[in-house]
């Protein structure tokens, strides 16, 4: 048994703490600028005597990884750091593969730590490598993007893509901690930044009208990084966080989550996963305006709220229609094909997030696949 | 909702049911002559509307594939068939990257059916395979082998092999039923018959000297194929459900399972797992009896325990001794390096299954791993 160590007092850290509450599996998510100092002291205490396989991907490697070895080597935890090609193409089979030979040849034990340092790739490549080494290591999530802070890291999805479509092979894993340093963000390309706040948008636009008024007055100040940014992701881990806890193998509500992300989805993989055309944010910002302007035409949704929507993406940069897609998209039918493989298909039906207003997005289940079809028909041919 | 469908009434169906008690992951071991013959009402009745990857390998696929997909479709399940080859060989990355895209490919959908027909290998294999397609598939289970019906298919314990030694890749991950058809084993070659007797017969070892006794006593008649034989699988099912519903993660209780398995994995190993040499009952025999003795060696135990334990497995035709086995082994030195490289070991430290009578193993953590080099050099000069 380790004493527990101080963790610094420093006046400059002003910390949230997002509880994940999931029984047994539940977790800390610790918020605010430079709590990466703190992450040997917090792990030392978390997990005495672990020793930590870093996984992270070459360009957060350049830009962390050295200094992040030394915060926890000066905590006296032993690292290993296993490196990943940057990209959505490092989440296959081969790599996985890779990782939990390089974890087992390190003769890491079931107690040792699997700590993914980067963005969504990352964390999801890394959460099922840990999940399935030893049949479960303790796992620890630093993300290093506005859209893993945000989104990957809460909620335990773990994954890989196939050959048949996005994050079709992987395991439900709750990570032992997470850290989310909000001044690692200021290193993030704008256009990045921008593509994860479709994703804090996201959670006023499901089920909170009063946050997604405080970002319409707030996101300078979140783009900036003032004291709104950790505001901004403490409340939306807040916001995944209350939705996992009741539904953790998205049985139900958790599928509200994918607002946006059934269109998103299917525009990523019209484009092949280009990431120079499309990337994942801006893949749900598009969704979740088509999923607005679709509950509009279906009479839940006044015209003003599609129109507040819209010019809020569009105040922050984020594209909002099909066409600010560059390049050529697929017809309808190829679209609708690919919707019906994604993986929130129930026995043939359509489920779809539709919504009645700001904050006010629900799951209908069994949308009629023609009504799909006809308005991408429509929305393509503008 | 589909009806429920009457299961067959018929008087020849003696079956017997284990509850495996694991909250919402509860599911039931039915067990029983023929039992194979209630596989599509129950499949149906338990899941309506789901269609079923039945995985299997080709030694089993020949034997009893087209009746049993047969049977699912008289009860109007629809399957798809996948074959992989008879043998450890095949939990490995590439068939499990096989089988998932094949699963995937025929559009299975989370709540469809992952079925293993098969022994330990099929199941394991098939069982990662469910955990992870979709995160979480259904999975049945429907064991062909002695050592399946008794080992394998109770406890969730799913996963594959890496370079790096057996089971490291894998999930913890429940059936939502499974199949012990006894009248299947009709079909097992003796040897594996054998193979799966060391495991009911660990049963008795580990926690119930009147099972032990029993056994002693009606070893013909399992054999044989008699009432027994269900009493023995049904009596081992419930044993082992009963430790796993205490410690589904095997944090410690559950450890008690691995008796004469770390020795026995640690042969296994030094024969690369040459099946003609060694298969996993017989090491597990021998693994038991070096469990007896070493403990017998710290004083734990009477020597009539070790004899009796030996007469038994002698009895019915199971291996007791490291020559058992046929060929050159390799010296103490590399076991030891084996045995350290298992997931059994926590922190350096070696935990070992030792036993102070029949029926009275516990788990010894911080066992000086000296003491074993010892005995097994003493043993490998015997």
């Known amino acids: 048994m380790t004493d527990m160590l101080a963790i610094a007092d420093n006046d400059d850290l002003a910390l949230q703490t997002v509880r994940v509450d999931l029984g047994a599996r539940s977790y800390d998510i610790v918020i605010g600028r430079n709590v990466l100092d703190q992450a040997g002291t917090r792990i030392v205490n978390l997990k005495p005597g672990a020793r930590a396989a870093i996984i992270t991907d070459e360009t957060v490697g350049k830009l962390h990884l050295d200094r992040f070895r030394q915060i926890l080597t000066d905590a006296g935890v032993e690292t290993t750091a296993l490196t990943v090609p940057a990209g959505e193409a490092s989440k296959r089979f081969e790599m996985f593969e890779r990782l939990c030979d390089d974890v087992l040849a390190a003769r890491m034990e079931r107690g040792d730590i699997v700590l993914a340092l980067g963005g969504?790739?990352?964390?999801?490549?890394?959460g099922f490598v840990a999940a399935s080494v030893r049949r479960g290591m303790s796992f620890i999530q630093v993300p290093t993007t506005l859209l893993a802070q945000v989104d990957s890291s809460v909620g335990g999805k773990t994954g890989i893509n196939s050959r048949h479509g996005k994050n079709l092979i992987g395991a439900f894993y709750q990570p032992d901690l997470v850290l989310c340093d909000t001044a690692i963000l200021d290193t993030l390309p704008l256009r990045d930044f921008r593509a994860g706040y479709a994703e804090v948008a996201k959670y006023g636009l499901l089920g909170d009208a009063e946050f997604?008024?405080?970002?319409?007055?707030?996101?300078?100040?979140?783009?900036?990084?003032?004291?709104?940014?950790?505001?901004?992701?403490?409340?939306?881990?807040?916001?995944?966080?209350d939705v996992v806890a009741e539904d953790e193998q998205e049985a139900g509500r958790r599928a509200l989550l994918n607002l946006g992300h059934t269109f998103g989805h299917a525009l990523?993989?019209?484009?092949?996963?280009?990431?120079?055309?499309?990337?994942h944010g801006e893949g749900v910002a598009i969704g979740m305006m088509l999923?607005?302007?679709?509950?509009?035409?279906?009479?839940?949704l006044p015209k003003e709220d599609v129109t507040r929507v819209e010019r809020h993406l569009l105040?922050?940069?984020?594209p909002t229609r099909i066409q600010d897609i560059p390049g050529q998209l697929p017809p309808a039918e190829t679209l609708m094909d690919i919707i019906a493989q994604d993986k929130k298909v129930s026995r043939g039906n359509l489920t779809f997030i539709l919504t009645r207003g700001i904050g006010q997005a629900f799951v209908e289940k069994g949308v009629d696949p023609s009504l799909?079809?006809?308005f991408l028909s429509e929305k393509l041919a503008q």
């Open 268 to 279: 990523e993989s019209a484009v092949s996963y280009e990431t120079e055309r499309l990337v």
């Open 120 to 126: 969504g790739v990352v964390g999801d490549l890394s």
């Open 315 to 318: 105040d922050v940069g984020l």
């Open 212 to 241: 997604f008024a405080w970002l319409e007055d707030n996101w300078q100040a979140i783009f900036a990084g003032g004291p709104e940014r950790d505001e901004a992701v403490a409340r939306s881990c807040q916001a995944k966080a």
């Open 291 to 300: 999923a607005h302007e679709f509950s509009h035409q279906l009479d839940l």
């Open 372 to 374: 799909v079809r006809d």
